[in-house]
């Protein structure tokens, strides 16, 4: 079981990035995947996630409406799409998920499978 995140890089404040996040090993749609990031000095905090079956999606207040988390299941990948984009995001960025029954709001702190980070950075 693996999951790649990729897509990161340097923006300007108000530009775009979309985050990748592949699994390997199982079929995604099926479990909760999670993205959270953190940046340095500050508490992991949980950004986005989309919950198994029905795909119910959660947003963190601070990217409500800018952030849109989506998933492909032939790819068997979870996107990120990430706009208007603000100093305040830059932090690295990882995807997860629990096989253990843990839901979205728990999988932050209790994932089970998580891929490296990949780093944002919104700077002028």
């Known amino acids: 079981v693996q999951l790649q995140a990729s897509g990161g890089g340097l923006v300007q404040p108000g530009g775009s990035l979309t985050l990748s996040c592949e699994a390997t090993?199982?079929?995604?749609?099926?479990?909760?995947i999670a993205w959270f990031r953190q940046a340095p000095g500050k508490e992991r905090e949980g950004v986005s996630c989309?919950?198994?079956?029905?795909?119910?999606?959660y947003y963190q207040t601070s990217v409500q409406g800018r952030f849109t988390i989506s998933r492909d299941n032939v790819k068997n990948t979870v996107f990120l799409q990430m706009t208007s984009l603000k100093p305040e995001d830059t932090a690295l960025y990882y995807c997860?998920?629990?096989?253990?029954?843990?839901?979205?709001?728990?999988?932050?702190?209790?994932?089970?499978?998580r891929g490296p980070g990949t780093q944002v950075t919104v700077s002028s």
């Open positions: 989309i919950s198994s079956s029905e795909g119910t999606i």
């Open positions: 090993g199982f079929t995604l749609e099926y479990y909760p």
């Open positions: 997860a998920t629990s096989h253990s029954g843990y839901g979205c709001f728990d999988i932050p702190r209790e994932y089970d499978y």
